[in-house]
């Protein structure tokens, strides 16, 4: 019979005065967080029971009630519970009002239906009032478990031996009592040293320490060493460990320490020992010497040892995971001794930063001495095992072996509800109780963590081999049984539970057990496609033939489609959130050789039928299939195979496979490949693969060059556009893989290109120049130079700007050197003496700018251009801007250097006026404002004036208006800016237009705005929506807020005419107002509007934070006085207080406690208070481990700090209750927190 069973039937036969005893025991451990334990029910000094409603009760700190109910009246069953809740809940009975009674909770001795659980909890629907039954199995659990000495006390079970011990024997048991398989403590303590520095320091300065961390990282080592450095330099102090076994502590405790003398006390994984409260009650006896208390505890547990500790301020030390780096230091040194890198890296692999594994690991490499016992971690921890653990151990047990297997896949099982987990446990043949006494070894071994209810193992790579080890290699569970009723809706688990262990164990050892059970489950469901899609991609790897025929019959199923043109490009990400099922399926084939062609031909074949899908399928082969480091093993088959099909379809003229292979030839005849890849702990590498200069790749390129100059007379648009993609400059070449490919290109050149062409002429020059760079040379270069040198590329040479191309025919050292040559050559290179040189020449011009994608260089050029003809012939230069207004402009030119050099004298500058003046064009009012600008002093007119005022006028899109060489026309018109201002605004508003003033407008122009207050009020707020940083410094702002300070309300409210879901302040800057006198009224108004307008949420900073930020001096000091003179006429107002908070939360911080302080005189009332979110509503954090609920709860602790300092007295007495039921609610949900972390995947 099992311990677990024997405190069953304790239980069952247990009278009920020892069971209320035995459970008021209980639930004094498991509520410790009260402030009165009464037990009503039970006659004091005797085991006897009385009649009372309840029989115990708890009251909580936030004075609320716990009503406990005990029942060992298994006849009367549910009807007895229901009368006990009804009378909880009968306040004429109890006097306690049900808002007050936060749960009940019933302790029986036997056990309940769903049924019949769920008619006590209907007696509750209509109240918030939680129910917790602890039934028959339930305690048995907890009993078992946790709470031995309630067992041992109180149903007669025996214990085992207890006893402090020394550090020595400690670490001579921790071997033994582990039987091997956790970690040594007597190799060589490294990496630590920081942590150990803190100990040693924490030591001296503190009595409690609790070092935490996940299991197997080293707390152990790491406090026993800090204990040995702490005794060697402290000669007074002793010190022992605590070998608990479930006895009571406290008789060995009185014992083993003199209440004289100095000790330190070591307590390994408190979690796990049941009677922490000995410990802590002998601390407060009373003793003369000092006693250090060192605690180990594992992360999850933490906040449980830590409020039992928490009254002794302990001192918590955090250890992380090791580096890999660190890892390797640990296994070359003594006593493992391991140098070779190739051990180091699987050995890193396998123990993912956790030295326990590492060790184990390292061990058995030196133990065998071979690298490939590492490459199968089966026989790693098959043979650790074996050679620590004796035959009879608990390793060997086959039933633990399957208990761990289960609790694997599923990775955590619920233990404690017996329903779900008997469901399981009943469909693999185990028993619940045998399945709870294997656990709790379990856990003694380290194997598995138990938490919140929950089991799971800790590490991953111990969790793959438990699943292997239970479902595959030894066949001690069913996998057919775990396909059958789990697939469906465990899907993942099985990618998580099968693909690691064929990874880590081996495709063979795992596919030939599982295979039979995969094709029986196919058979089964390959009729119902979503269930086959479902199935296929996790078990494609195991069922490739099934999976091809699958996809074949899909393919089959689509009509026949005949296109002359497909489309293969994409944007970028454009199948990051939305694949092709079809495509995604068989692009797992891809990685591997093995049924590539198959995949590949089908792949094809469907995207013939769906040409949708093409892009995405490029997409794929290229994500899939380019060169990588592990093609070299397999002599780069993939791209064989992928091209032999590509070239197979382009000599047989198929039109899809042409087009394909252009595309895909465009990435395969590159020198580099770049990879972006996984690595481990959530990591990702990046890097670059150049192909080799291998037999293999230079028979694969000679093969597409080949290809490409046998189909170039059939595709000859598709063959150049490759030719050019080639050309392309990269930094990484492969000299002499391009060296191979050059003979063939000159042949392609030689053949196919014609020196006639442009476009032909200034690839062949691009591709020698970029040879000669890399150094590769070839005979025919120097010819080829000569010959692709037609009429139009000697005229691109030297209207386009390249330094680097130019480097070769002029000598200069920087760049401001190039343009002055290159100007010189400009200049030189096109003066014309005729109309028809004008049209040939701007003809030649437009057709090469749209060939570019330099537009600005090519515009600078025509200035040029232009601005040296009208010097030699200004009636020439004048033709070239006819032309180019005749053709509207199609190259979005705008003259500069022409108008600055050009418009000083009247008769040239009439000229130039009628020239622009006399038609419509693309980018007419831009050639007008440049016109002004670059208009001499000495003929600025009235004329002018009105004509600018006409081209602001006649803007239809969204120019920009410079302002700062336009101030010379207020000589003739004052009123000039207020003329254009105005008509900006009319036209913005009336027109739809979005003209923009430069973002210096109002900063600096605004002494020539005028007095018309409302127009430049009206203007700025127009400018501002248009442009989202306008006046980013608010130095316009500031000068309209000395003539009217109201605007900043008009301002303030405009910004809700856009926003419609509230404004932020986040790109704000409005600190600047505190310089206007008098403004504490306008902004009480602007709290107002904002209170109005949208409400509180306390996410992120409120917007009113932009008027408080980076404040310094007397603008600080004005800042805060308003503030505290505000919460004086609102603090009854949440929503404005809200807003004051959460400023002082944000941007004036030292003020928070002011702030508190000063509400509390104004008013004590609890519901206000509560209304205030003085902490924010919800957190953000950028780095580490954090738990929100722990930071809520440190919130508070501060605020109510802050509370006990005023001298109100006892009429806080409420507000400081709220604020620790906020502090309760927060650990609360920080305890949900650690759960949800236990209960999340590797």
């Known amino acids: 019979m099992s311990r677990l069973q024997a405190i069953e039937n304790e239980l069952s036969s247990i009278n009920q005065a020892a069971f209320q005893n035995l459970c008021d025991s209980f639930l004094a451990l498991r509520n410790s967080n009260y402030s009165t334990f009464s037990r009503t029910g039970s006659q004091t000094g005797k085991q006897k029971t009385v009649k009372g409603t309840p029989d115990t009760f708890l009251l909580l700190p936030n004075g609320k009630y716990i009503f406990v109910e005990y029942s060992t009246n298994v006849s009367a069953g549910v009807s007895k519970l229901q009368d006990d809740i009804k009378k909880c809940i009968d306040t004429k009975k109890t006097g306690i009002p049900l808002k007050q009674i936060s749960e009940i909770i019933l302790c029986i001795n036997f056990n309940l239906s769903a049924a019949e659980t769920q008619s006590l909890k209907d007696l509750l629907k209509n109240t918030r009032i939680l129910l917790t039954v602890y039934t028959l199995d339930a305690l048995a659990i907890e009993l078992h478990l946790n709470h031995r000495d309630l067992s041992h006390e109180y149903l007669g079970l025996p214990l085992d031996t207890g006893q402090i011990i020394s550090i020595d024997k400690f670490i001579e048991e921790y071997g033994r009592a582990s039987k091997g398989i956790a970690t040594p403590l007597s190799n060589t303590f490294l990496h630590r040293e920081q942590e150990l520095q803190d100990l040693k320091q924490n030591i001296i300065q503190n009595d409690f320490i609790i070092l935490t961390g996940a299991p197997g990282i080293g707390k152990t080592k790491l406090a026993l060493e800090g204990i040995r450095s702490f ?109 070779n890198p190739t051990y180091h890296k699987e050995i890193v692999r396998i123990a993912d930063g956790n030295p326990r594994l590492a060790i184990m690991t390292a061990l058995l490499a030196k133990a065998e001495q071979n690298i490939y016992a590492l490459h199968d971690v089966s026989d790693l921890f098959e043979n650790y095992f074996t050679t620590f653990v004796a035959d009879d151990g608990e390793f060997a047990n086959n039933f633990n072996i399957k208990c761990l297997g289960l609790i694997s896949f599923f990775y955590t099982i619920p233990y404690k509800n017996k329903e779900i987990t008997s469901l399981i446990l009943d469909n693999f043949g185990l028993e619940y109780s045998a399945f709870i006494d294997a656990i709790d070894k ?202 032999k099909i590509l070239i197979d379809g382009l000599n047989a003229k198929d039109k899809f496979f042409s087009i394909v292979f252009y595309e895909l030839a465009k990435t395969f005849l590159g020198f580099s490949f770049h990879h972006t890849k996984g690595g481990r702990k959530m990591s990702f590498y990046m890097y670059q693969y150049p192909v080799p200069n291998t037999p293999t790749i230079l028979l ?33 070449v492969s000299k002499n893989v391009m060296q191979y490919d050059v003979p063939m290109l000159v042949e392609i050149i030689e053949e196919q290109l014609s020196p006639n062409s442009f476009e032909h002429c200034k690839y062949v020059q691009d591709q020698v120049r970029w040879c000669k760079r890399n150094s590769i040379s070839h005979s025919s270069f120097p010819e080829l130079l000569n010959k692709f040198r037609n009429s139009t590329y000697e005229i691109f040479l030297k209207i386009d700007w390249d330094r680097l191309r130019d480097k070769e025919m002029y000598e200069f050292d920087d760049y401001r050197e190039y343009e002055k040559l290159k100007e010189a050559e400009i200049r030189s290179s096109f003066v014309f003496n005729d109309k028809e040189q004008v049209k040939e020449f701007y003809n030649t011009f437009v057709y090469l700018k749209k060939l570019t994608k330099n537009e600005w260089y090519y515009t600078t050029t025509l200035d040029l251009v232009i601005d040296e003809n009208c010097t030699k012939n200004f009636q020439i230069g004048c033709e070239l801007l006819q032309l180019v207004i005749e053709n509207n402009n199609e190259i979005n030119y705008v003259p500069r250097v022409v108008f600055r050099n050009h418009l000083k004298e009247y008769q040239n500058v009439e000229i130039i006026w009628n020239i622009i003046d006399h038609k419509d064009f693309i980018h007419k009012p831009l050639w007008e404002l440049s016109f002004y600008d670059y208009l001499d002093d000495s003929l600025l007119s009235s004329k002018y004036v009105q004509s600018l005022v006409n081209t602001v006028s006649s803007m239809n899109d969204s ?58 009020k009206k203007a700025y707020i127009q400018q501002d929506k248009i442009h989202n940083h306008f006046d980013f410094e608010g130095k316009g702002m500031l000068n309209i807020l000395k003539k009217d300070s109201n605007f900043l309300l008009e301002y303030i409210n405009s910004l809700y005419e856009v926003k419609q879901f509230g404004i932020s302040g986040d790109h ?77 939360r944000h941007s004036l911080r030292e003020l928070f406690d002011d702030i508190l302080l000063l509400f509390l005189t104004l008013t004590q009332d609890k519901d206000v208070f509560a209304k205030i979110m003085w902490r924010g509503n919800g957190g953000s954090v950028h780095s580490g481990d954090v738990n929100f609920g722990d930071l809520e709860a440190a919130d508070w602790r501060n605020i109510l700090s802050v509370v006990e300092r005023s001298d109100i007295g006892i009429n806080l007495i409420p507000i400081k209750r709220y604020i620790n039921e906020q502090i309760e609610y927060s650990l609360i949900h920080a305890d949900w927190e650690r759960q949800r972390r236990f209960l999340e995947r590797y």
């Open 231 to 339: 005794l060697s330099e402290n000669l007074s102090y002793a010190a022992y460990c605590v070998s608990y076994k479930h006895h009571t502590l406290l008789d060995d405790l009185y014992q083993y320490f003199d209440a004289d003398k100095n000790y330190i006390l070591f307590v390994d994984d408190a979690n796990r020992i049941d009677a922490f409260s000995q410990i802590t009650g002998f601390y407060k006896a009373a003793r003369k010497g000092n006693l250090k208390i060192i605690i180990t505890v594992r992360d999850y547990a933490f906040q449980d040892i830590g409020l039992l500790c928490q009254e002794f301020l302990p001192q918590r030390i955090d250890l992380a995971k090791f580096t890999d780096e660190q890892i390797t230091e640990i296994i070359k040194a003594s006593p493992f001794d391991i140098l």
């Open 442 to 643: 379990l856990d003694k071994l380290e194997l598995v963590e138990i938490q919140f209810e929950h089991v799971k193992i800790p590490e991953q790579n111990l969790s793959t081999f438990f699943f292997y080890k239970a479902f595959i290699k030894d066949n001690l569970l069913s996998f057919e049984t775990l396909l059958n009723k789990y697939f469906e809706n465990n899907t993942s688990r099985f990618k998580d539970s099968v693909i690691p262990a064929n990874n880590t164990f081996g495709y063979s050892k795992v596919m030939d057990k599982l295979k039979p059970y995969l094709q029986g489950y196919w058979k089964s469901n390959k009729s119902d496609e979503e269930k086959a899609y479902k199935f296929l991609t996790t078990f494609w790897f195991y069922l490739p033939d099934e999976t091809l025929e699958f996809v074949y019959n899909l393919t089959q199923a689509l009509p026949e489609t005949q296109r002359d043109t497909y489309n293969v490009t994409y944007e970028n990400n454009a199948f990051s959130y939305s694949k092709n099922d079809v495509i995604e399926l068989i692009g797992e084939f891809f990685r591997f050789q093995h049924k590539l062609k198959d995949a590949l031909q089908l792949a094809f074949e469907y995207t013939k039928k769906a040409p949708e899908h093409l892009p995405e399928l490029i997409h794929k082969i290229r994500e899939s299939m380019t060169f990588d480091v592990d093609d070299e093993q397999t002599n780069f088959d993939r791209q064989k195979i992928l091209f």
């Open 700 to 732: 694969f390129r000679k093969n597409v060059w080949d290809a490409v100059q046998k189909n170039f007379p059939l595709n000859p648009d598709k063959s150049f556009e490759l030719l050019q993609s080639y050309s392309h400059i990269h930094p990484d």
């Open 959 to 1016: 120019y920009t208006i410079h302002f700062d060489r336009l101030k010379r026309f207020l000589a003739i018109e004052p009123s000039l800016f207020q003329i254009v201002l105005k008509t900006i605004v009319v036209k913005n508003e009336k027109d739809g237009t979005r003209l923009q003033v430069w973002m210096d407008f109002f900063s600096e122009h605004f002494d020539q705005l005028g007095n018309d207050i409302e127009l430049i």
């Open 1068 to 1144: 704000k800057r409005l600190e600047f107002v505190w310089q206007i006198e008098g403004i504490e009224n306008v902004l009480i108004k602007v709290f107002d509007l904002i209170t109005e307008k949208e409400p509180y949420f306390g996410v992120g900073d409120h917007f009113c934070n932009a008027f408080f930020r980076n404040l310094q001096g007397e603008q600080k000091e004005k800042a805060s006085q308003f503030l505290l003179n505000y919460i004086r006429t609102i603090y009854t107002n949440s929503d404005k207080m809200n807003i004051v908070v959460d400023i002082v």
